[in-house]
């Protein structure tokens, strides 16, 4: 068990309050990883405080120079995957190979930031008028706040952190209560590439007090959310009221299509794959499958088979296919869906209960679950589960199964698993989903490519690739007359 506390200013000290939580291993319960300061308004105040006073140095850092410190931490991360893939494993659960994976998106993120500070640029137009020349160029916003949830530790304040940093902006993140200690070790981390102190301060804490701290606060330009929908509004309201730059990333309720065509031993491990990796536990996990009726019997026969050899177990074992759900209250949520599926009406062909033999009975484990006769409507193909639930729906044909697909509020990611090529170009062109796999499982993300979603999953930004530094920059317009005259624009002309 290791203590850690909130880093402010470049000083790892204690909350304040004198108050303090622990997280413990989901796949062992009687196991604490890490002790952390609950803190409170008095600690936020201050790493606000001492973002905002190194932001004025930090701003000044020739962009390139910004970049060196990034490619350092990815160096460092390399040397340090190992260590903080366990530590991801005991406080998360998801299985260690997952975990390096997780890993190497930071590491990936990092190696990524470490270049974009070289090639980042604006652009030069003409001007309506002699003797003036017109251009743009990226300024930091401000101090900002990064929020993220517990599924990808490293991969998500990764994906908000380097490029905020990069950028410009300094910022406090807050992590999400269940996998504090990744961020606590990414933050000595970037503390050891030579982060200058208050760039990147640190507070642990819950939503209410330390989310809402950093929404209302006046010296926060910008807030950077990724986490569920209901949060993400409340969000976006303050952000509103506040004006302050925000960016959402939010829940999915994703499909993967399966025509009559498909190669169906592919569409299979991608099935698996999608549904139950992470135990269901990613935003872009596959929660429904949409198969044409052709092939449905078939599909689910082989489904149910695949799915039931699946071993279960603490994720530290390099053999063990799902680990545990993050917590209690999350096992307790996932199994409230199953019961309001079987109430539905749809049909539970294999889980849809804890698992608890031998040591996983001290773990928050649930059993792989299929749902198949599901109609769109039914709240299990509606509503995001996050965890091992696979709602599996049967289509007519090639049409009926991509209005389903749309058919719900959410737009992160889509899959069709097929070999005819119009079919394959029609689905892309006419999926709502802000990322579209062909032959390949609703995840799957590259670092170095836009992330995120259509209609209720974000408001229009997108991480990853150089779109993530249109959210932490703003465009600065510049026009430079070297004419020794008043030009007045739109009155005077060229002649
Ligand atoms: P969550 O919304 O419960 O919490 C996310 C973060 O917000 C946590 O750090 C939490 O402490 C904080 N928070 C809670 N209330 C707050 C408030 N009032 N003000 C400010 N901050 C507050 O999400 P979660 O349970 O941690 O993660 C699961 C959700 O995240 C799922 O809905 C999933 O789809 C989504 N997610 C989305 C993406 C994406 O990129 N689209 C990626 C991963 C996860
Ligand atoms: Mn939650």
Same mark, same amino acid.
């Given at each position: ?18 108050r303090?939580?622990e997280?413990?291993?989901p ?11 609950k ?20 701003r ?13 931490? %990815?160096?460092i ?17 998801k299985?260690?190979k ?20 070289r ?48 950028s ?21 981390i ?8 208050g ?6 804490g819950g939503?209410?007090e330390?989310?809402?701290g ?19 509004s409340r ?15 939010l ?6 299509v399966?025509?009559?065509?498909a ?12 549904a ?28 149910k %088979?695949?799915?039931?050899k ?42 849809g209960e804890?698992?608890?033999e ?7 484990f649930?059993k792989?679950?299929i749902?198949?006769?599901?109609l ?6 509606q ?18 199964a991509i ?14 698993y097929?070999n005819?090529?119009?079919c ?7 999926a ?7 032959n390949?499982?609703?995840i799957?993300?590259?670092c ?8 209720n999953?974000g ?29 007045? %624009?739109?009155i005077?002309?060229?002649?």
């Open positions: 068990m290791k203590k850690y506390q909130n880093l402010i200013n470049g000083k790892l000290m204690d909350s304040k309050s004198g303090t939580f997280n413990r291993n796949a062992n319960w009687d196991e604490v990883v890490g002790v952390f300061p803190s409170n308004v008095e600690d936020l105040n201050l790493a606000i405080a001492a973002a905002k006073k190194a932001y004025k140095k930090w000044a850092v020739p962009w390139p120079k910004r970049s060196e410190i990034m490619r350092r931490v %990815a160096e991360m390399i040397e340090k995957k190992e260590h903080v893939a366990q530590i991801m494993t005991r406080e998360m659960g299985v260690i997952e975990a390096r994976g997780d890993m190497q998106e930071g590491i990936d993120t990092a190696l990524y930031a470490g270049i974009e500070g090639k980042y640029f604006g652009y030069t137009l003409p001007s309506e008028l002699p003797n003036k020349s017109c251009m743009t160029m990226r300024d930091p916003i401000g101090v900002w706040g990064l929020i993220t949830p517990w599924n990808f530790p490293i991969a998500i304040p990764s994906w908000k952190i380097f490029p905020c940093l990069l410009g902006n300094t910022a406090i993140i807050k992590p999400a209560t269940y996998t504090p200690a990744c961020v606590g070790e990414l933050a000595q970037l503390h050891e590439a030579g982060l200058p102190d760039v990147l301060n640190v507070v642990y939503g209410s330390i989310g809402e950093l929404l209302n606060h006046s010296d926060i330009a910008g807030i950077s959310f990724t986490g569920s929908s209901d949060i993400g969000i976006g309201e303050v952000c509103g009221k506040t004006l302050k730059r925000c960016s959402l990333e829940g999915g309720k994703n499909g993967q399966v025509l009559k065509d190669d169906l031993e592919l569409a299979l491990e991608g099935a698996v794959w999608g139950f990796g992470t135990t269901g536990q990613r935003c872009t996990a596959t929660s429904r499958l949409i198969v044409e009726e052709q092939v449905y019997d078939k599909f689910v026969e082989m489904l %088979a695949r799915t039931e699946l071993k279960l177990g603490n994720g530290l074992n390099e053999d063990v296919d799902v680990g545990p759900t993050v917590s209690e209250s999350q096992r307790e949520s996932i199994h409230s869906y199953v019961e309001i599926g079987k109430k539905e009406g749809a049909k539970l062909i294999t889980g804890f698992y608890t031998g040591e996983c009975a001290k773990g928050w649930y792989p679950s749902f198949i006769d599901v769109p409507t039914m709240r299990i193909a509503e995001e589960i996050f965890g091992p639930v696979l709602s599996v729906i049967k289509a007519k044909n090639f049409t009926e209005d389903i697909l749309n058919g719900t509020i959410y737009g992160l990611s889509s899959s069709i097929t005819d090529l119009n394959a170009h029609k689905a892309i062109e006419r709502e989903t802000g990322i579209v796999y062909i390949a499982p609703t799957g993300a590259e170095h490519l836009p992330f995120g979603g259509m209609k999953t408001n229009g930004h997108r991480e990853g690739g150089w779109t993530a530094y249109e959210i932490f920059t703003e465009i600065k317009t510049v026009y430079i007359d070297y004419s020794g005259a008043l030009q007045k %624009a739109q005077d002309t060229w002649q």
